[in-house]
């Protein structure tokens, strides 16, 4: 794991200002941030640099392009060796349709969020899961209804303040 980076605080004001509109000039940043704009570039450079910051997304809504369906799926794996879980996590690389994958603790193994076209693509994708290679005991799936509260960004000055 990689050594934790001391951020001052305008090296937060920048993350903070950067996850909320990356599309921001660096202009616009410095000033926003109360340093010169080469300053202002030089501090972002190494952020990007140390792993801080980066890539950058665009944040597409689905609903305004086609319909699409998203489901959350709790898989459990028979065995817990390493070399199973990097299995799964390897296959699961190479899914289009699953855009997050996490390792959880708790009930089951992976928790993944899975984006497909329709139901029944989703059915290909889980018949797709149980044959990654690893034996799944379970794969509980929940199909998302309303996104209440879409990721926004991390709450930076709640985080960095311990």
């Known amino acids: 794991m990689r050594e934790k980076r001391q951020l001052d605080k305008v090296d937060q004001n920048i993350l903070s200002t950067l996850q909320q509109s990356a599309r921001i000039t660096n202009q616009q940043l410095a000033n926003k941030v109360g340093l010169s ?28 392009l086609c319909r699409s369906i998203t489901c959350i799926a709790m898989v459990t794996l028979e065995h817990h060796r390493q070399q199973d879980f990097r299995t799964f996590e390897t296959f699961v690389q190479s899914l289009s349709e699953v855009v997050q994958c996490d390792t959880v603790s708790g009930g089951c193994d992976f928790v993944l969020r899975i984006v497909c076209a329709d139901m029944e693509r989703y059915h290909i994708v889980n018949e797709m899961l149980l044959n990654s290679g690893v034996n799944i005991v379970n794969i509980k799936t929940h199909v998302v209804m309303t996104e209440n509260k879409k990721f926004s960004g991390y709450p930076l000055e709640a985080l960095l303040s311990y």
Do not use: A, Q
């Open 37 to 64: 704009p080469s300053s202002c570039l030089s501090r972002v450079k190494k952020l990007e640099e140390d792993g801080c910051l980066g890539p950058y997304h665009g944040v597409i809504n689905l609903d305004r």
